[in-house]
């Protein structure tokens, strides 16, 4: 149990061991018979490390997340496949490193108009978890961003998903007054590639007339499908996807106003844009309260990728951001609460990676892994209601194509090894050395040697990318023959 920590506890509940849960579980001990748990899993967008004050943010109070963190796990070591938003979540949802199918860089805004790359998105033969679930008859809801492709083939009602309140592309506009008067601009133009966070937002297919801050909206909306799947006979699983705090920085004026002791004006925006999304969170939990489901939801909340530096977003103590190979551009804030499954007031350091969301949630919902179904991640559940690691020996992967080059790290229980900028491979003890300051690589050249061949290896997956962000990093991708993984993987 050396993984787990005390933390203050907001009002007190019997701690009951892992193994001791999932028996009363199984037997249906708890609510006279066996129930399998709901799922919400709460993603923020560019949220950095250091941003929620149950992470140790100094500047930004997130009450209703603080509770749920105190009632629940903190999971201090948790990892996004990649320092970006648009792999980050395809990696997450498929269970596997987005490197593997061809998809390691962002979707374009259609305001680009590249055709070819506007009919792509996540692989049909890459089943989501939410498939798995719907399949496992779990009634399924999607409420936010997407950014997974917008064409039939990939819409989130083809993807696992019941229903789908939100918008397809990278991000939005939170003022509907302001983003539905630019779109009719550039309709009334004849512009047929419009920015996609102008475009209205959508349930089911059908366009909507929204009139609230997109954020409050979202809430709005994960509330309706608690209470709509609350009337069903079958258990429910809520991805509920913000796009805050992601640019454009914008924020309701009451909400700033209470952030007006933080002096530059992008973090006060940023502080009361995560204002709002603590309050939905709150929304959420007491609709939960008001169906009676909070006792048997399991509620995941975290974030797709590091805070942006430039942007409002902190990271610390972390090094980097998002987009960064250091810590700060892939680790999260995250914790677990589950009432029935979940310790109260305890941390979890052991290193996990949200590739183990699938096999996880697969198990929790006694669902069954299509045939053939490549994973990278691990079913944590057993080691982590034990409070011991489930990726004892296991690496976590990291990597970002730049121009001419290619970052990489990779996590290996306490150990971290970077190569960044094509300079020196560097390895630090994560257990000890959070800001990655202190560089090991000369007293442990061998360890630096044998993971990067894990690296190395691991690259040899990859396929083709098959889609760039914009037409001129696709055509520098050709002209600088990239990857040119001989080069990142060589060790002086």
């Known amino acids: 149990m050396e993984a787990f920590k005390s933390k203050p506890l907001i009002g007190f509940r019997l701690f009951l061991p892992g193994m001791l849960v999932q028996l009363l579980l199984a037997t249906g001990l708890f609510a006279g018979e066996a129930e399998r748990p709901n799922i919400i899993l709460i993603l923020c967008d560019d949220l950095g490390y250091a941003d929620v004050s149950f992470n140790g943010s100094p500047d930004i109070r997130t009450p209703e997340l603080d509770k749920l963190a105190e009632q629940g796990t903190v999971l201090t070591s948790a990892y996004n496949i990649h320092p970006f938003c648009g792999p980050s979540r395809m990696g997450l949802m498929t269970g596997r490193y987005p490197h593997e199918f061809g998809a390691p860089f962002n979707l374009p805004n259609l305001s680009h108009g590249i055709e070819e790359y506007n009919r792509l998105g996540v692989p049909v033969n890459e089943p989501l978890f939410s498939t798995v679930l719907q399949d496992a008859g779990y009634y399924t809801g999607i409420v936010g961003k997407w950014h997974m492709g917008i064409t039939a083939p990939y819409h989130p009602n083809n993807r696992g998903f019941d229903d789908f309140y939100g918008f397809l592309g990278g991000g939005h506009n939170y003022f509907p007054e302001q983003f539905k008067a630019a779109y009719e601009r550039q309709v009334a ?16 297919g059908q366009e909507v007339d929204e009139t609230e801050y997109i954020t409050d909206a979202l809430s709005r909306e994960a509330v309706r499908f608690i209470k709509d799947a609350a009337t069903k006979d079958q258990p429910f699983f809520l991805y509920l996807a913000y796009n805050a705090p992601h640019t454009p920085l914008e924020a309701k004026e009451e909400d700033i106003a209470l ?70 551009g892939f680790r999260t804030p995250m914790f677990f609460h589950w009432p029935k499954g979940v310790a109260a007031g305890q941390t979890y350091d052991h ?142």
Request: charged residues 30%; proline residues 4%.
């Open 189 to 204: 133009a004849g512009n047929k590639h419009i920015f996609d966070y102008l475009l209205p937002l959508e349930h089911n």
């Open 259 to 328: 952030y007006s002791h933080i002096k530059d004006e992008k973090r006060r925006v940023y502080a009361a844009m995560v204002h709002s999304v603590d309050e939905g969170v709150g929304r959420v939990v007491e609709a939960l309260g008001e169906v009676g489901k909070l006792d048997n939801t399991l509620i995941i909340f975290l974030s797709d990728n590091g805070g942006r530096l430039d942007q409002g977003g902190a990271n610390q103590p972390l090094r980097g951001g998002k987009g960064d190979t250091w810590e700060g």
């Open 351 to 492: 290193p996990v990676s949200t590739l183990d969301f699938y096999p996880t949630f697969a198990r929790l919902a006694g669902a069954d892994i299509p045939e053939g179904k490549e994973l990278d991640g691990v079913d944590l559940w057993d080691a982590f209601t034990a409070g011991e690691s489930a990726r004892k020996g296991k690496t976590i992967y990291v990597m970002r194509h730049r121009l001419g080059y290619t970052d990489v790290g990779a996590r290996q229980d306490n150990w971290k090894v970077i190569r960044v900028y094509n300079r020196p491979w560097k390895l630090f003890d994560m257990s000890k050395d959070l800001g990655e300051t202190k560089d090991l690589s000369k007293k442990h050249p061998e360890l630096v040697r044998s993971i990067a061949k894990e690296l190395e290896a691991w690259s040899r997956t990859h396929t083709e990318p098959k889609w760039h962000h914009e037409l001129p990093a696709r055509d520098k991708w050709y002209d600088k023959e990239m990857p040119r993984f001989d080069e990142t993987f060589q060790i002086d």
